[in-house]
């Protein structure tokens, strides 16, 4: 090694790059920290708009009975027997818990929304919640797809069990 060479780490490294660096460092944890404090979640895509809605109110008859009703037109749409159809029953006691804690009435409508894109979800506009079905796999989707279309008098019999 020669002696008029510079070793190596005698130069002090220059300063624009570090701060620099930590300007960009300072940036970027404000910004997460922004977001976070807003609720923004990047995980989570705004809905697609809702081309279809149906009102309904779910409700159990002291027999045990779920029924499902048309909220605007007070049609009964489907009647369930006990231990009928568990995914419906259980999604709709899940969110019922929370209803009542906010002491919002059982039979208070829901708005089950059909989006642009295609997808499913149940909104409890009282408790400022939505429910994406799709999450549940297609077969518990189309049971409240179904919901969508069906008439009063078709439905009463179906999944009645009697």
């Known amino acids: 090694m020669h002696h008029d060479e510079p070793e190596f780490g005698s130069q002090p490294f220059p300063r624009a790059p570090l701060i620099g ?3 960009l460092i300072a940036v970027v944890v404000t910004g997460v920290a922004i977001a976070r404090l807003s609720g923004f979640d990047p995980r989570v895509a705004p809905p697609a708009p809702a081309v279809e809605t149906r009102a309904l109110s779910f409700s159990t008859q002291p027999d045990g009975a779920f029924v499902v009703v048309d909220a605007d037109t007070r049609e009964q749409l489907l009647t369930l027997a006990p231990g009928e159809d568990g995914f419906l029953r259980a999604s ?9 804690r906010q002491g919002i009435p059982e039979d208070t409508p829901y708005q089950l ?9 149940l909104e409890d506009t009282p408790t400022g919640r939505s429910f994406d079905l799709g999450g549940f796999g297609a077969t518990n989707t189309a049971v409240y797809a179904k919901l969508l279309r069906a008439a009063p008098a078709q439905a009463a019999g179906e999944g009645s069990g009697r």
């Open 92 to 100: 709709i006691r899940s969110i019922n818990r929370e209803r009542k």
């Open 21 to 23: 660096a930590g300007i």
């Open 113 to 121: 929304v059909v989006h642009q894109d295609g997808h499913l979800s």
